[in-house]
């Protein structure tokens, strides 16, 4: 499948090899560190302009719903307001043909975080 507009991350699983097994941090280690399973988070896709900032989060099908501490996450960055205008898209990937649909915008704060 020819690459489809622009790669920032400039690596080719075709001649380079799995990027997930071969360049992904190895969070596991840190697996007995919290309680509860709870682990570290990342940060899918964000991007800044002129002080209104737009954060993606991918899920794949079937698993779009932001959940426990990510919920509560979402809801402290839009709640804080630091820039003018956050907003939070979560984004739907179907992890078989890299398709992207968006599926949900999260300008308003929902609910109370913990």
Request: some cysteine.
């Amino acid at each position: 499948m020819p690459a489809l507009g622009f790669n920032p991350m400039r690596w080719d699983c075709q001649t380079q090899g799995c990027f997930n097994k071969k360049c992904r941090p190895k969070i596991e280690v840190f697996a007995e560190c919290f309680p509860r399973r709870i682990n570290f988070g990342d940060v899918d896709g964000s991007i800044e302009i002129n002080g209104y900032e737009l954060k993606l989060e991918w899920k794949n099908t079937g698993h779009a719903d932001i959940k426990g501490g990510q919920r509560a996450t979402v809801t402290r960055y839009l709640n804080k307001q630091r820039l003018p205008k956050p907003e939070i898209m979560l984004a739907i990937q179907d992890a078989t043909d890299g398709a992207v649909a968006p599926a949900d915008w999260y300008p308003e704060p929902t609910g109370k975080a913990a």
